[in-house]
């Protein structure tokens, strides 16, 4: 059997694939981090992880464990916390974040009733940067986002989970104010081909920026990569100053109106569907709470 030190050891060095800051988080010596390690791999018999002076990777039965442990030790963790949330009731303090002012209006809304329903629990609510909110919630220093996610995302991203569709809203195209585009009615997706595309930051999943920022046009047209940028703000200015052009909501219209960005409508692309995120087996009674919340808040709005 394992003991729990082994597996919090080796779970948490196959997420960082560095021995420092995996003592870091769990405030041991990077020395007793790799004793743990070495002792699981002569238990085991073969390495879990292949080193070389500049970095650290799961071998492939390190990888192989890390997917069968993980899931199952996620589901511990959150089958202990239900326990202790179901005999005292929902108390402590929710960290929840979001990405954009129109999301943090709505957390504002869900947050107010959640509190009527549970008032022994406090909501902290943070405001994420785009890059920001998968590394928050793997870290833990939150444990819900609100964020616009791509359909199937969870199915696609299997590290976590997703509350109902809060919001639907249109796509519209964030273009320099002098552009020929500014002047349209509409554009379509394949017209991304003709101009540069802003990225968002590698540090978000793969999917979630294919549907942001797709390399491809549906016909098959290559895109041109633009800049990249960590924040909304650096991406507008980025599109004003003419670097490229960036898929935006609706709602940027309102929230974020420009002298220098225009904002034109997809005459063919699907809507942005924000939800509620959290990690894969994070569904204590808090989230689920929250989650309740904000989709009757949404419901009753409609």
Same mark, same amino acid.
């Not at 992880?49 to 990777?57: A, I, W």
């Not at 402590?92 to 009733?113: D, K, N, P, Y």
């Not at 919001?167 to 101009?195: C, W």
């Not at 290559?222 to 490229?244: H, K, N, W, Y």
């Given at each position: 059997?394992?003991?729990?030190?082994?597996?919090?050891? /080796?779970?948490?060095?196959?997420?960082?694939?560095?021995?420092?800051?995996?003592?870091?988080?769990?405030?041991?010596?990077?020395?007793?981090?790799?004793?743990?390690?070495?002792?699981?791999?002569?238990?085991?018999?073969?390495?879990? /992880?292949?080193?070389?002076?500049?970095?650290?990777?799961?071998?492939?039965?390190?990888?192989?464990?890390?997917?069968?442990?993980?899931?199952?030790?996620?589901?511990?963790?959150?089958?202990?916390?239900?326990?202790?949330?179901?005999?005292?009731?929902?108390?402590?303090?929710?960290?929840?974040?979001?990405?954009?002012?129109?999301?943090?209006?709505?957390?504002?809304?869900? $947050?107010?009733?959640?509190?009527?329903?549970? *008032?022994?629990?406090?909501?902290?609510?943070?405001? &994420?940067?785009?890059?920001?909110?998968?590394?928050?919630?793997?870290?833990?220093?939150?444990?819900?986002?609100?964020?616009?996610?791509?359909?199937?995302? *969870?199915?696609?991203?299997?590290?976590?989970?997703?509350?109902?569709?809060?919001?639907?809203? &249109?796509?519209?195209?964030?273009?320099?104010?002098?552009?020929?585009? &500014?002047?349209?009615?509409?554009?379509?997706?394949?017209?991304?081909?003709?101009?540069?595309?802003?990225?968002?930051?590698?540090?978000?999943?793969?999917?979630?920026?294919?549907?942001?920022?797709?390399?491809?046009?549906?016909?098959?047209?290559?895109?041109?990569?633009?800049?990249?940028?960590?924040?909304?703000?650096?991406?507008?200015?980025?599109?004003?100053?003419?670097?490229?052009? /960036?898929?935006?909501?609706?709602?940027?219209?309102?929230?974020?109106?420009?002298?220098?960005?225009?904002?034109?409508? /997809?005459?063919?692309? *699907?809507?942005?569907?924000?939800?509620?995120?959290?990690?894969?087996?994070?569904?204590?009674?808090?989230?689920?709470?929250? $989650?309740? &919340?904000?989709?009757?808040?949404?419901?009753?709005?409609?």
């Amino acid at each position: 059997m394992l003991e729990r030190h082994e597996v919090e050891a /080796f779970l948490t060095l196959a997420e960082e694939l560095h021995f420092g800051r995996t003592a870091e988080r769990l405030h041991v010596s990077t020395a007793r981090v790799s004793q743990t390690i070495k002792k699981l791999e002569r238990r085991v018999g073969v390495p879990l /992880f292949d080193r070389t002076s500049r970095r650290v990777q799961l071998s492939p039965v390190g990888r192989q464990l890390f997917e069968e442990i993980r899931p199952a030790w996620t589901q511990i963790g959150t089958a202990l916390e239900r326990a202790i949330e179901s005999g005292k009731g929902i108390a402590g303090t929710l960290r929840v974040a979001f990405t954009g002012a129109a999301a943090g209006q709505l957390l504002v809304g869900a $947050s107010e009733l959640f509190r009527k329903r549970q *008032p022994d629990c406090e909501v902290r609510i943070r405001e &994420a940067q785009i890059g920001e909110i998968v590394t928050w919630l793997r870290d833990d220093e939150v444990e819900i986002v609100l964020a616009s996610l791509p359909p199937g995302f *969870p199915e696609r991203e299997p590290g976590f989970d997703t509350g109902p569709v809060l919001v639907s809203e &249109a796509r519209m195209l964030a273009v320099p104010v002098g552009h020929p585009f &500014a002047r349209r009615t509409s554009v379509s997706v394949e017209d991304l081909a003709r101009v540069p595309m802003l990225q968002l930051p590698d540090t978000l999943p793969a999917s979630l920026r294919e549907d942001h920022t797709p390399a491809r046009t549906p016909s098959g047209l290559p895109i041109a990569p633009g800049p990249s940028a960590a924040t909304f703000q650096e991406m507008l200015t980025l599109v004003g100053a003419g670097r490229g052009v /960036f898929p935006v909501g609706a709602q940027a219209r309102r929230y974020y109106a420009r002298p220098d960005v225009a904002y034109v409508p /997809f005459s063919d692309a *699907p809507p942005l569907e924000w939800r509620l995120l959290w990690r894969a087996g994070g569904a204590t009674a808090r989230v689920l709470a929250f $989650s309740h &919340a904000a989709h009757d808040m949404v419901t009753d709005y409609h």
